[in-house]
Nanobody
Framework: QVQLMETGGGSGKPGGSLRLSCVASGSVFNIDRMGWFRQAPGKHRELVATINRHGTANYADAVKGRFTISGDRDNTKITVNLQMNSLKTEDTAVYYC??????????????WGQGTQVTVSS
């Protein structure tokens, strides 16, 4: 079992910055990739950014150049941060931490955090 605990978020202004953090604990040994997704009201959940165990990051076009994902792991936990700069009103959404589990190349499933609200308004 893996637990994902999200912190950060809240309210920000256009052009401002916010930072999200997610800590995965428990059975983290089979987590190959972690990331952030978001869901705005009336929209589908969408990928924001991911980072794998080798440190390779992937970003949605909408956040490239503005958001930076980083991660750190040891035997007991994985921490993933999302630094959000140059915020836009369209970044308003509930942000969810996600972890993908693998056994070698076999996909085992994923885990989700409870979500944290990010609101960008002037």
């Amino acid at each position: 079992q893996v637990q994902l605990m999200e912190t950060g978020g809240g309210s920000g202004k256009p052009g401002g910055s916010l930072r999200l953090s997610c800590v995965a604990s428990g059975s983290v040994f089979n987590i190959d990739r972690m990331g952030w997704f978001r869901q705005a009201p009336g929209k589908h959940r969408e990928l924001v950014a991911t980072i794998n165990r080798h440190g390779t990051a992937n970003y949605a076009d909408a956040v490239k150049g503005r958001f930076t994902i980083s991660g750190d792991r040891d035997n007991t936990k994985i921490t993933v941060n999302l630094q959000m700069n140059s915020l836009k009103t369209e970044d308003t959404a509930v942000y969810y931490c996600n972890a993908d589990h693998y056994r070698c190349t076999e996909y085992l499933g994923d885990s989700w955090g409870q979500g944290t609200q990010v609101t960008v308004s002037s």
